[in-house]
């Protein structure tokens, strides 16, 4: 079955450290890719996004993530969390048009 | 702020109530999509628009029904309700000129039933 997996459903990292949130899915071709990240109270926001080409985007924010074709995944960094970066962050995916998303990951920063 | 604007924010109502919920998308996005947000489900995509017609239907329920209207904003309407019911319900629109959703959504803020 096609599915979205964010392994992590907490992580908590200190204020300055690197961050990797992972995220795998099972589709059989390779689908659009996304990470959005919802703060407390508010809705969804796209942070980046892969359709094709290079494997390693850029997003807002200072996040990136890389496509791993060969691992189905498409794990979201960043090399320095800021207290504001605590949030929700989702993984999505659309494969002909059907967008699913992660469980999501909480993400704490300690300072 | 992504110019998608739900209302109303917060709304309580009590089991076999019905209420509606409602959407307008960012200037010019043709498409609009509804989500239900619960702690043991997660991200549901209930429903697409587009253009005023549905474009494609996720785990809704047939308590559920949901429109688009000619000026693009989208209704949500939630009947017989039960207390599972209980959930933020996101629109988001896309440009989507194609009617194809590549993903690329922007988010309303939500609407938070709660249903006693």
């Known amino acids: 079955a096609q599915s979205v997996t964010q392994p992590d459903i907490h992580i908590t990292v200190s204020e300055g450290a690197s961050l990797e949130l992972r995220c795998n899915y099972s589709?059989?071709?390779?689908?659009?890719l996304f990470w959005y990240v919802q703060s407390p109270g508010q809705g969804l926001q796209l942070l980046l996004k892969y359709f094709s080409g290079d494997t390693l985007v850029q997003g807002i924010k200072g996040f990136e993530a890389e496509f791993k074709r060969s691992q189905s995944s498409f794990n979201l960094r960043k090399p320095s969390v800021h207290w504001s970066d605590a949030a929700e962050y989702f993984c999505a995916v659309n494969n002909n048009n059907d967008m699913r998303f992660g469980a999501g990951t909480r993400l704490t920063v300690k300072p | 702020d992504s110019g998608v604007t739900q209302t109303p924010k917060h709304l309580i109502t009590a089991t076999g109530q019905r209420v509606t919920l409602r959407c307008s998308p960012r200037?010019?996005?043709?498409?609009v999509y509804w989500y239900q947000q619960s702690l043991d489900q997660g991200l549901q995509f209930l429903i697409q628009y587009y253009n005023g017609e549905e474009r494609a239907k996720g785990n809704i329920l047939e308590r559920f029904s949901a429109q688009q209207f000619p000026d693009l904003h989208s209704e949500l309407n939630l009947s017989s309700l039960e207390l599972g019911d209980s959930a933020l319900y996101f629109c988001?629109?896309?440009?989507?000129?194609?009617?194809?959703?590549?993903?690329?959504?922007?988010f309303g803020e939500g609407s938070r039933l709660t249903v006693l």
């Open positions: 200037s010019g996005d043709l498409s």
């Open positions: 988001a629109s896309s440009v989507a000129l194609s009617g194809e959703n590549t993903g690329e959504l922007f």
């Open positions: 589709y059989g071709a390779t689908p659009y």
